[in-house]
């Protein structure tokens, strides 16, 4: 196994929701990065000597940059303090060729993307990708409130906004959402992505296989 690093520089470091703030790495040495797909992450040295899997959120096609969100966890053993409290603009980091373990179906009709919280990081660059590619995609986003969900803005910016629906459970919904009408029964060529707290994907991967 490679233990090859990228050293890249913080571009800047920015507060997107309450307890998340996102990093825009680019190269140390002004080239090109490595190509990434939608639903890849890089292992981030951290200041603190840990080092922490994190999902590229921008479009892939942008070559010139990587951008990562993190959350503020309470329960963190270090790693995401590490990045709220000692990384910085300017700083010069280490980190991994990017790796996936998530990617896109290559033969999929309609593309189905679940995000709980944080967990939207790997499913905007597969908004970005399925965009692109002109595919048929909805997201749905799941937060606790507006202010703790990131990226809000951009997606509302977005070419892909009318596919984004948002879901925050301080603003009751109409009828209310169900996840069960959500994904349906099982539809050939439809693929269904989820990222999120192990709760939540732990409800939306035992109704899917409910209805299956």
């Given at each position: 196994?490679?233990?090859?690093?990228?050293?890249?520089?913080?571009?800047?470091?920015?507060?997107?929701?309450?307890?998340?703030?996102?990093?825009?790495?680019?190269?140390?040495?002004?080239?090109?990065?490595?190509?990434?797909?939608?639903?890849?992450?890089?292992?981030?040295?951290?200041?603190?000597?840990?080092?922490?899997?994190?999902s590229l959120?921008?479009?892939?096609?942008?070559?010139?940059?990587?951008?990562?969100?993190?959350?503020?966890?309470?329960?963190?053993?270090?790693?995401?303090v590490a990045?709220?409290?000692?990384?910085?603009?300017?700083?010069?980091?280490?980190?991994?060729?990017?790796?996936?373990?998530?990617?896109?179906?290559?033969?999929?009709?309609?593309?189905?993307?679940?995000?709980?919280?944080?967990?939207?990081?790997?499913?905007?660059?597969?908004?970005?990708?399925?965009?692109?590619?002109?595919?048929?995609?909805?997201?749905?986003?799941?937060?606790?409130?507006?202010?703790?969900?990131?990226?809000?803005?951009?997606?509302?910016?977005?070419?892909?906004?009318?596919?984004?629906?948002?879901?925050?459970?301080?603003?009751?919904?109409?009828?209310?959402?169900?996840?069960?009408?959500?994904?349906?029964?099982?539809?050939?060529?439809?693929?269904?992505?989820?990222?999120?707290?192990?709760?939540?994907?732990?409800?939306?991967?035992?109704?899917?296989?409910?209805?299956?």
């Amino acid at each position: 196994m490679s233990t090859a690093t990228l050293k890249v520089r913080v571009a800047s470091k920015r507060q997107e929701a309450q307890a998340v703030c996102s990093l825009e790495l680019v190269s140390a040495d002004g080239g090109v990065l490595p190509p990434f797909t939608a639903g890849a992450h890089v292992d981030v040295h951290l200041p603190n000597g840990m080092v922490r899997s994190y999902s590229l959120c921008n479009a892939p096609s942008d070559a010139q940059r990587y951008q990562i969100a993190v959350l503020r966890d309470p329960a963190s053993r270090g790693g995401s303090v590490a990045v709220h409290d000692q990384v910085s603009e300017g700083q010069t980091l280490e980190i991994s060729p990017p790796k996936n373990h998530f990617p896109l179906a290559a033969d999929g009709q309609r593309h189905l993307l679940l995000a709980g919280g944080i967990g939207v990081t790997p499913l905007l660059a597969m908004a970005e990708q399925l965009t692109r590619d002109g595919a048929d995609f909805a997201l749905h986003y799941f937060a606790r409130s507006a202010a703790q969900a990131a990226f809000v803005s951009r997606m509302a910016d977005s070419p892909f906004a009318p596919r984004v629906h948002t879901h925050w459970d301080d603003t009751p919904q109409d009828p209310p959402v169900s996840l069960s009408a959500l994904i349906g029964s099982p539809q050939a060529g439809q693929h269904l992505y989820v990222c999120g707290p192990k709760g939540f994907m732990d409800a939306v991967l035992d109704t899917a296989r409910a209805q299956s």
